[in-house]
């Protein structure tokens, strides 16, 4: 299994992005979806999960308003749409899959290699 995640880079505070998330070496849609973020010291934190059709997704506090997780099945992809980015959303973004979203990173069966987002005041 392999998830490959992109999009990151350098934005101004109130600035966008979107993230990508493309998945390989399984059934994609037969897996929920999810992203996290680690920011540097702190542990890896839940930002936002979608079901396996697309039609649940559950979000951290934090991100609720300001960001959109959405996947594309046919093309096994999943994202996260970030807007109004704070300098407090910096860190690195993963992707992840699971037969079950959960806010818990113990719970996740498979992640991606991680995208930096870097917000600037």
């Known amino acids: 299994v392999q998830l490959q995640a992109s999009g990151g880079g350098l934005v101004q505070a109130g600035g966008s992005l979107r993230l990508s998330c493309a998945a390989s070496?399984?059934?994609?849609?037969?897996?929920?979806m999810g992203w996290f973020r680690q920011a540097p010291g702190k542990e890896r934190e839940f930002v936002a999960a979608?079901?396996?059709?697309?039609?649940?997704?559950r979000y951290a506090h934090s991100v609720k308003g300001r960001f959109t997780i959405s996947r594309d099945n046919a093309k096994n992809t999943v994202y996260l749409r970030m807007n109004s980015l704070k300098p407090e959303d910096t860190a690195n973004y993963y992707c992840?899959?699971?037969?079950?979203?959960?806010?818990?990173?113990?719970?996740?069966?498979?992640w991606g290699q991680g995208t930096l987002v870097t917000v600037s005041s």
């Open positions: 992840a899959a699971a037969p079950n979203y959960s806010d818990y990173v113990a719970d996740w069966d498979y």
């Open positions: 070496g399984l059934i994609f849609s037969g897996y929920s």
């Open positions: 979608i079901s396996q059709s697309g039609g649940r997704q």
